[in-house]
């Protein structure tokens, strides 16, 4: 099913992480802190909109990296529904701090994927379908 690829040594997974790390601190600071707080200023809604699409969208710079069109077509898919749950949590926590994190984290566990039937068909269902659950249960539970 792929498993985990532990294939590396450790001055590559710590540059791997690293740069992961800077990846999803750069890119919330785009998305989720410059453009969300410059639209929310005037449609909170808008705003998450907006995000959400541009940080999806934002991922078709993978073609140019060489990715395939379809897998990038599914990065895209999940990374909307990723942005809209960066979104939510930012206007119910009014932090950015957990973004960053989750963020961070999530493309440094992405050196350990190996390619299969989890990764092609299961992850992207699963990174889509979670954040999008856990967006409707925060927008539920948590009142601004």
Same mark, same amino acid.
């Given at each position: ?10 001055? &590559?997974?710590? *540059? ?6 800077? %990846?999803?601190?750069? &890119? ?6 410059f453009? *969300? ?14 995000t /959400? @699409?541009?940080f ?6 993978? @073609? ?11 990065q ?18 009014? /932090? ?6 989750t963020? /961070?984290?999530?493309? =440094? @566990? =992405? ?6 039937? %989890? ?14 659950l856990? =967006? ?7 009142? &601004?």
């Amino acid at each position: 099913m792929g498993g985990i690829n532990l294939d590396y040594k450790l001055n &590559e997974v710590l *540059f791997y992480m690293l740069s992961m790390i800077c %990846v999803g601190f750069l &890119e919330e600071i785009i998305f989720r802190g410059f453009l *969300f707080k410059m639209i929310s200023k005037d449609d909170l809604k808008l705003a998450v909109i907006i995000t /959400s @699409l541009t940080f999806g969208v934002g991922h078709i710079i993978n @073609l140019f990296n060489g990715s395939s069109l379809i897998p990038t077509l599914v990065q895209i898919c999940y990374a909307l529904a990723t942005g809209y749950m960066f979104a939510i949590i930012l206007v119910k926590g009014k /932090s950015l701090w957990p973004c960053i994190i989750t963020h /961070s984290i999530v493309n =440094s @566990l =992405s050196l350990f994927v190996v390619e299969g039937v %989890v990764t092609t068909y299961i992850g992207p269902i699963v990174l889509t379908v979670v954040p999008i659950l856990y =967006s409707i249960y925060l927008n539920k539970t948590i009142k &601004e």
